[in-house]
């Protein structure tokens, strides 16, 4: 069955806003608890890679067992 897409809504609007801004502690730690707060991982990190042209920050988390009832 898997995970409501739902679920997954709010995280591209919330994290495009990163996007053209600068980079703070804030919203990098804000980010963060956007994506651990959907409830699909067990753990989140973030990797910053710099580009010529700003930063490419990379989010891993490790997926949560999600179990549906039949």
Do not use: H, Y
């Not at 995280?11 to 600068?22: N, R, S, V, Y």
């Not at 991982?41 to 990379?58: H, M, Q, S, Y």
């Amino acid at each position: 069955m898997g995970a409501d897409p739902a679920r997954f809504m709010p995280l591209p609007e919330g994290l495009a806003k990163l996007i053209g801004a600068p980079l703070t502690q804030e919203s990098l730690s804000r980010s963060l608890r956007q994506v651990f707060a959907t409830g699909l991982f067990e753990t989140v990190e973030v990797e910053a890679v710099r580009k010529p042209n700003g930063i490419d920050l990379i989010f891993n988390g490790q997926p949560r067992l999600l179990l549906s009832e039949p």
